[in-house]
């Protein structure tokens, strides 16, 4: 089984940066496709990036494209997500999710079998 932890969340202001911190256990993330998602009180869940365990690249949503860097560490087993240029709209509870099968489509929650407790982000205007 494995066990997500994200850490880093807080209340900033448009404009600033942020960095999010996912660690796994009970597993090695590199095996497993990873992603952030995000979601917004009363909205629905919200694809953020992801990395493909098949191809080693790194997607994003258009809504953080150019603001946002998802990164992994192989020798610490995390994964993370630096975010800049925050924006009121970028607020949400942001989780750390790893999936495991090969063929799984990287943009859906389906995909992922494991998720984080989630960590809030809140960016005031």
């Known amino acids: 089984q494995v066990h997500l932890v994200e850490s880093g969340g807080g209340l900033v202001q448009a404009g600033d940066s942020l960095r999010l911190s996912c660690a796994a256990s009970g597993g090695t993330l590199s095996t497993f496709h990873m992603a952030w998602w995000r979601q917004a009180s009363g909205k629905t869940r919200e694809f953020v990036a992801a990395?493909?365990?098949?191809?080693?690249?790194?997607v994003y949503a258009d809504a953080v494209k150019g603001r946002f860097t998802m990164t992994n560490d192989n020798a610490k087993n995390t994964m993370g997500l630096e975010m800049n240029s925050l924006k009121s709209e970028d607020t949400a509870v942001y989780y750390c999710?790893?999936?495991?099968?090969?063929?799984?489509?990287?943009?859906?929650?389906?995909?992922?079998?494991?998720w984080g407790q989630g960590t809030q982000v809140t960016v005031s205007s």
């Open positions: 990395i493909s365990r098949l191809t080693g690249v790194t």
């Open positions: 999710t790893a999936g495991r099968r090969l063929a799984a489509d990287i943009g859906l929650p389906g995909s992922y079998e494991y």
